[in-house]
């Protein structure tokens, strides 16, 4: 499939590190997010049901990422994918967590993963 969707500069907050100072408070993450779709019958019918509801899936990220303490955002990039490639039966995706400020003199650190369904 050619055709992507994708999400850029989602941002919420959640208990994500591994020293004591980090877990006090949520923290800020930003994720970017796409997966392949076949446009064509969406486009045909210019329907919702037809097409990859990407506001659903914002809004599970945010639910399940600001409801999230994880040590590792490898961890964190890891289950999120892995919950939504199933829960929205998706083929594919490609899911990037950045943390801001995380590395002092950094603009940004962070993790892509790849997922696939299986099944």
């Known amino acids: 499939m050619a055709?992507?969707?994708?999400?850029?500069?989602?941002?919420?907050?959640?208990?994500?590190?591994?020293?004591?100072?980090?877990?006090?408070?949520k923290q800020k993450v930003i994720m970017d997010m796409e997966f392949p779709t076949d446009?064509?019958?969406a486009s045909r019918r210019d329907d919702?049901?037809?097409?990859?509801?990407?506001?659903?899936?914002?809004?599970?990220a945010l639910k399940f990422t600001s409801g999230s303490e994880y040590f590792l955002l490898e961890t964190l990039a890891h289950k999120l994918a892995e919950a939504i490639v199933k829960r929205f039966r998706?083929?594919?995706?490609?899911?990037?967590?950045s943390k801001p400020g995380a590395i002092r003199h950094s603009r940004n650190v962070g993790i892509e993963v790849v997922?696939?369904?299986h099944g």
């Open 48 to 60: 919702i049901r037809d097409a990859v509801n990407y506001k659903n899936i914002a809004k599970y």
């Open 90 to 97: 998706l083929p594919e995706i490609r899911l990037r967590i």
């Open 3 to 25: 055709d992507k969707v994708f999400i850029e500069q989602l941002k919420t907050r959640c208990k994500i590190g591994i020293f004591a100072w980090e877990r006090r408070i």
């Open 39 to 41: 446009a064509r019958k």
């Open 115 to 117: 997922r696939k369904r």
